[in-house]
């Protein structure tokens, strides 16, 4: 399975955190399955399935879709053979590209002709005639600066520096010392934050914190869980393990057995 990331153009680098690319020449399976971790950023993927698996009338994935803050861990199918582009964007996207509400895509996805209807329809048929990885990513870059300069929809200022602190903070800011800086009501916070972001501010703070101790866990931190869950603000181990069933589905170690992660916090499961 081959793995490429891409840094955006200039101009979406705002928005868009990198392109990947995921491509699968093994034929040795039916089926290659996936799963999400909660990471704190909506995204894109456009698929490029075989003729037999795209008719399958239970694939129940469209071919393009743009999904929001993904929470709960969600299983994704892709046949022996297939080729995937993605984007990852940064929190705010749903807002600043589409100007959609971003909580009301939480957990959710959105078909690309549904969401942009002939215009979306026709980037999807662009995407099919093109085989090209690297053409495809234009493609896709070049759809979102339009997408970009035709949203009337204003980024809530005060709402992306507050995601942007509790990234940086790796989830350890205390939001009340937030909500005192940005001179806000608890109640305004809550709701600039959701339409913005797509989760309550308590909730992001802790997949933040969650992907700073996952950082720490795929670069051999698993040896040692205690420490690794003291030095992320956790209260104990047991506290990081139930935090890690919760946004991966399962205990870190059945994780350290059964995926292998190329696609950061889309993990393949290999048994």
């Known amino acids: 399975m081959e793995f490429r990331k891409i840094a955006p153009p200039q101009p979406l680098l705002p928005y868009v955190r990198y392109f990947w690319t995921l491509d699968n020449r093994d034929e040795t399976k039916a089926y290659h399955a996936f799963t999400t971790i909660a990471d704190g950023l909506p995204g894109l993927i456009f698929q490029q399935l075989t003729p037999d698996w795209a008719a399958k009338p239970d694939n129940g994935w469209p071919v393009c879709y743009v999904y929001g803050q993904t929470v709960e861990p969600v299983n994704i199918f892709f046949p022996s053979g297939f080729h995937a582009v993605g984007v990852y964007f940064h929190p705010h996207a749903l807002q600043s590209i589409f100007g959609l509400p971003a909580f009301e895509w939480t957990d959710r996805c959105i078909a690309m002709d549904v969401l942009d209807g002939k215009v979306g329809a026709l980037l999807v048929e662009q995407l099919l005639n093109t085989s090209a990885a690297d053409r495809q990513i234009g493609i896709l870059a070049d759809y979102l600066c339009q997408r970009i300069a035709a949203n009337v929809a204003k980024l809530d200022a005060e709402a992306l520096y507050a995601a942007k602190r509790l990234v940086s903070s790796g989830g350890r800011l205390a ?14 916070f809550q709701r600039k934050f959701r339409e913005a972001i797509g989760v309550s501010p308590k909730l992001f703070s802790r997949i933040c914190q969650f992907q700073g101790a996952m950082q720490q866990f795929r670069e051999g931190g698993s040896r040692r869980l205690t420490n690794l869950a003291l030095a992320h603000g956790y209260a104990d181990q047991p506290h990081f393990i139930r935090t890690f069933k919760a946004f991966v589905g399962c205990s870190p170690r059945y994780f350290t057995r059964a995926f292998a992660e190329q696609l950061p916090n889309f993990p393949h499961l290999i048994i």
């Open 175 to 188: 939001l009340r010392e937030l909500q005192r800086e940005l001179r806000i009501s608890e109640r305004g």
